[in-house]
T-cell receptor, first 114, second 112 residues
Framework: DAGITQSPRHKVTETGTPVTLRCHQT?????MYWYRQDPGHGLRLIHY???????DKGEVSDGYSVSRSKTEDFLLTLESATSSQTSVYFC?????????????FGEGSRLTVL | GENVEQHPSTLSVQEGDSAVIKCTYS??????FPWYKQELGKRPQLIID?????GEKKDQRIAVTLNKTAKHFSLHITETQPEDSAVYFC???????????FGKGNQVVVIP
């Protein structure tokens, strides 16, 4: 398996609190992605990064922000969590651009917002 | 933007039979089409992919076919086994945007 870890793996929080999920890779891959997975919706892209300090929005970016200050770490922040953000969050990395090469996914982070 | 649809949403097959999942896409600029498998409680993993300059690709019991004119591609699993039970996601590249659009997934159940 590619060297990619997510933390925390499970989190329960209350509406209105900030939450940060961390994705850490040891592969030195350029591209990193945050997806959320919900029943009936498949995998939806939140934000992605194509280099240090280079990020762009995905299809469901509202309510989320990201930062990438170094190659190995990609942080996803929910500034004020809502119940609609209860989901399983997957980080993915790719050596090539995600529209041409394999995505390696982390194990996922299950977030519950009460 | 790119829209990827998968059919059927759930597929049950007898062990040893074949399974076929079809995906359609909307963006004629799409040129990369991967399939990911996700077992229960696990992460998605790439099982096979195809590029627009190829019509078919095989890897042991799985194959993918692409029809660019009709904008659809299909995953074929032959001689299904219980370990093939999983959710399968198709995806299509979004031209020039470093990312993929995923379908909603197909639940495949192999009945022993």
């Amino acid at each position: 398996d590619a060297g990619i870890t997510q933390s925390p793996r499970h989190k329960v929080t209350e509406t209105g609190t900030p939450v940060t999920l961390r994705c850490h890779q040891t592969e030195n891959h350029r591209y990193m992605y945050w997806y959320r997975q919900d029943p009936g919706h498949g995998l939806r892209l939140i934000h992605y990064s194509y280099g240090v300090k280079d990020t762009d929005k995905g299809e469901v970016s509202d309510g989320y922000s990201v930062s990438r200050s170094k190659t190995e770490d990609f942080l996803l922040t929910l500034e004020s969590a809502t119940s609609s953000q209860t989901s399983v969050y997957f980080c993915a990395i790719s050596e090539l651009a995600g529209d041409t090469g394999e995505l390696f996914f982390g194990e996922g982070s299950r977030l519950t917002v009460l | 933007g790119e829209n990827v649809e998968q059919h059927p949403s759930t597929l049950s097959v007898q062990e040893g039979d074949s399974a076929v999942i079809k995906c359609t896409y909307s963006d004629s600029a799409s040129n990369y089409f991967p399939w990911y498998k996700q077992e229960l409680g696990k992460r998605p993993q790439l099982i096979i992919d195809i590029r627009s300059n190829v019509g078919e690709k095989k890897d042991q019991r799985i194959a993918v076919t692409l029809n660019k004119t009709a904008k659809h591609f299909s995953l074929h699993i032959t001689e299904t086994q219980p370990e093939d039970s999983a959710v399968y996601f198709c995806a299509a590249s979004i031209g020039g945007n470093n990312r993929l659009a995923f379908g909603k997934g197909n639940q495949v159940v192999v009945i022993p």
